[in-house]
């Protein structure tokens, strides 16, 4: 049974960053796409970020692209995801999910219908 589990959330101000870090158990790590995604109060969950199972293909919604790094190391099965210049509109859970296989790219709606989920880790952005 392939299980993830995120850390690394919490409350920060305006302009200051975060790095969420998500930890895979139970499979091949290194045959595993993962993304990052988020949800905010009233709002569809959205993908922010996804790597690919050999680190060398990354994919960032606009809305985060040259403030959020997603990174992998496959010796310690986890996959960070590093925040910089957050803002109030980045406050969400922010969950990470898998998929096995290694094609270079995956629509969040494989995501949702054939992931491996974690629970979720609140960051909240507020002055």
């Known amino acids: 049974q392939v299980q993830l589990v995120e850390s690394g959330g919490g409350s920060v101000q305006p302009g200051d960053s975060l790095n969420l870090a998500c930890t895979v158990s139970g499979g091949p790590f290194s045959s595993y796409a993962v993304g990052w995604f988020r949800q905010a109060p009233g709002k569809e969950r959205e993908r922010v970020a996804q790597?690919?199972?050999?680190?060398?293909?990354?994919h960032y919604a606009d809305s985060v692209k040259g403030r959020f790094t997603i990174s992998r190391d496959n010796a310690k099965n986890t996959v960070n995801l590093r925040m910089n210049s957050l803002n109030p509109e980045d406050t969400a859970v922010y969950y990470c999910?898998?998929?096995?296989?290694?094609?270079?790219?995956?629509?969040?709606?494989?995501?949702?219908?054939?992931?491996?989920w974690g629970q979720g880790t609140q960051v909240t952005v507020s002055s």
């Open positions: 999910a898998a998929i096995k296989g290694t094609e270079p790219f995956y629509s969040a709606v494989y995501y949702y219908t054939s992931g491996y």
């Open positions: 790597i690919s199972w050999s680190g060398g293909n990354t």
